[in-house]
């Protein structure tokens, strides 16, 4: 399968790695992104660069909410799917400046939403997170469980953005799936998350904070392994039957939500003993209470994205790690 993408967040770490992905894939894409300066726009760039290598990637750089932008470029570029990653990701950042949040993961879906209801795509696909299961603790998180208590401020944006884009699947027939994503891994990853913000701690000899001292799981998901999940979903676009009692499926409207998680929780610890292997040095660690905002443990159940596009691949933490590692060392030179 192949044909037209626009990609919003294309200059963002796993935008550019769907794009390089579909780029080789044959697929022709347009990204779309803000440059934001949330994180190294440098960082964004060099991302961009690599994928500019290549003749069927076109960029336009634009923020979602700008009325209309995302209607007329969608319009122009006529994709067969839509796939939105932009917004302002982050658990923790949302406490000091959740207007940024508003804009861009409210606003700015909404814009996707009316772009698609002018230029009906094939398939909407749309980024929610594992954040969305919020205060359910039934583990592993399914699809099917209830995700009505977030405990920050973007998990909410997200949970709302799932329901925005449930109403208009409903009323304008859009077939949409909504991925919720598991904390994801590797190389060109995002500075405000761990791995990175362990390594460049480790290696300037600084200590590490670990919150709720240490005693977190998460469900690591190395980005290679996440973007198989997306293009095997791509050609997946919701109809009306299920496909079976694990299913998502809305009973009124072409919608679903996917989990994408490796399905296997790591404890914290056992992260950071690979990031010092890959290393070779020691971590100082700065134990530290919960942070609000924040969920103990995270646990993808991978019934329902097995049951639609088979088995992933499940990359090893050590080796996921090993990847992060070697391609950091390289951009750590270079910043
Ligand atoms: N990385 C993870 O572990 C993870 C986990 C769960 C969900 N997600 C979701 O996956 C998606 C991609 O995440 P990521 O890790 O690649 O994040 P990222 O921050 O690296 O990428 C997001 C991109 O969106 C762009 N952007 C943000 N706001 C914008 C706006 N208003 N207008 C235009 N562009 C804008 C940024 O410039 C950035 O390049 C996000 O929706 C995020 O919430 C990520």
Redesign the pocket.
């Known amino acids: 399968m192949t044909g037209r993408v626009f990609l919003?967040?294309a200059?963002?770490?796993?935008?550019f790695h769907l794009a390089n992905r579909l780029l080789k894939d044959g697929w022709e894409v347009l990204g779309?992104?803000?440059?934001?300066p949330?994180?190294s726009p440098e960082l964004?760039e060099a991302r961009l660069s690599i994928l500019q290598g290549y003749d069927t990637f076109s960029f336009e750089q634009?923020?979602?909410?700008e009325p209309g932008r995302l209607t007329d470029c969608i319009g122009a570029f006529q994709p067969d799917i839509i796939i939105h990653?932009?917004?302002?990701?982050g658990v923790r950042y949302s406490i000091d400046a959740p207007r940024s949040y508003v804009?861009?993961n409210l606003i700015?879906a909404h814009e996707i939403l009316e772009a698609a209801r002018a230029h009906p795509p094939k398939h909407l696909m749309m980024?929610?997170?594992?954040?969305a299961y919020g205060a359910n603790d039934e583990m592993p998180y399914a699809e099917q469980h209830r995700a009505v208590h977030p405990m920050s401020f973007y998990a909410a944006t997200?949970i709302a953005n799932e329901a925005m884009a449930h109403s208009y699947a409903h009323l304008f027939d859009i077939p949409t799936t909504m991925f919720r994503?598991?904390?994801?891994y590797g190389p060109w990853g995002?500075p405000d998350?761990a791995p990175m913000k362990f390594a460049r701690a480790i290696l300037n000899n600084e200590p590490i904070d670990v919150y709720n001292y240490g005693n977190m799981q998460r469900d690591f998901t190395y980005v290679g392994d996440l973007v198989e999940g997306i293009v095997r979903l791509m050609g997946k676009a919701p109809t009306a039957d299920p496909i079976g009692p694990m299913d998502s499926l809305s009973p009124v409207a072409p919608f679903r939500v996917v989990n994408i998680g490796n399905g296997s929780p790591v404890p914290l610890s056992d992260f950071i003993a690979a990031l010092e292997d890959a290393l070779g040095r020691k971590a100082e660690r700065n134990l530290l209470p919960m942070q609000p905002g924040d969920v103990v443990a995270t646990w993808a159940d991978a019934a329902l994205i097995e049951a639609l596009v088979g088995k992933l691949p499940h990359t090893d933490i050590k080796d996921g790690v090993q990847a992060f590692v070697e391609w950091y060392r390289g951009w750590n030179r270079a910043e």
Not at 62 to 65: F, Q, S
Not at 85 to 89: G, K, P, R, V
Not at 181 to 184: Q, S
């Open positions: 919003t967040g200059a963002g770490f796993i935008g779309f992104d803000g440059l934001t949330y994180y964004k634009a923020m979602l909410e990653l932009a917004a302002q990701a804009t861009s700015g980024a929610s997170t594992s954040s997200k994503f598991f904390t994801v995002r998350m």
